[in-house]
């Protein structure tokens, strides 16, 4: 089974800081993708990468597929309370199915 | 958002006694699963479906089946529930363009006692 470690599992930080959230694995995945779930909720899909280096923002969020596709980060830059909720990154493997990290709760002080 | 719902949204039932979880979608999605959530664990796969009446199982399938008699419909059976099954469990449905990527439903909180 391949597995995604995702580092930090908690960070809390103040407005208006940069963070970065790190998803790694010695296994290599055809896409990467990231999730955003709120308390009470299902995770909401925030972006897919397939290509090894990729790049893709979405506003204040930057998130970046490893050369190798063996790892991606997502940095957000001047973080806002409502960044808060739990972050997993998930790996693309055979016949459609994804294996996730175990999740970064990421938590934004005013 | 995707059209995923699930049924019950909230069941407390007792150790020993059958329980099925419902998802429904109104996508018409070749794919759907099964997922539970527990602390430390993020999201692990239980059993998931590539077709009406085609399923195969997850990393963590002893203990639950699964059937899905029609597109829309994907059903999760507890056969005998038991203590450690307590747990959120999230249904997801995917299409066939090769993306991988999942749509969540909204959870169903299940406590065992």
């Known amino acids: 089974t391949q597995l995604l470690e995702q580092s930090p599992q908690f960070l809390s930080i103040q407005e208006g800081e940069n963070l970065t959230v790190y998803c790694n694995s010695s296994?290599?995945?055809?896409?990467l993708q990231w999730y955003r779930q709120e308390p009470g909720e299902g995770p909401v899909l925030l972006v897919t990468?397939?290509?090894?280096?990729e790049v893709k923002k979405l506003k204040r969020l930057t998130f970046q597929f490893g050369d190798a596709r063996k790892d991606s980060s997502l940095h957000i830059t001047a973080a806002q309370p409502g960044d808060t909720g739990l972050y997993l990154c998930?790996?693309?493997?055979?016949?459609?199915?994804?294996?996730f990290g175990q999740g970064t709760r990421l938590t934004i002080n005013p | 958002d995707a059209g995923i719902t699930q049924s019950p949204r909230h069941k407390v039932t007792e150790t020993g006694t059958p329980v099925t979880l419902r998802c429904h979608q109104t996508?018409?999605?070749?794919?759907m699963y099964w997922y539970r959530q527990d602390p430390g664990h993020g999201l692990r796969l239980i059993h998931y479906?590539?077709?009406?009446?085609?399923?195969d199982k997850g990393e963590v399938s002893d203990g639950y089946s699964v059937s899905r008699s029609k597109t829309e419909d994907f059903l999760l059976t507890l056969e005998s529930a038991t203590s450690s099954q307590t747990s959120v469990y999230f249904c997801?449905?995917?299409?066939?363009?090769?993306?991988?990527?999942?749509?969540f439903g909204p959870g169903t909180r299940l406590t065992v006692t």
């Open positions: 997801a449905i995917s299409d066939d363009r090769g993306t991988y990527e999942q749509y």
């Open positions: 998930a790996g693309g493997q055979g016949a459609q199915k994804l294996v």
């Open positions: 479906s590539y077709g009406v009446k085609d399923t």
């Open positions: 990468v397939v290509t090894g280096g």
């Open positions: 996508e018409n999605h070749r794919y």
């Open positions: 296994s290599v995945f055809s896409s």
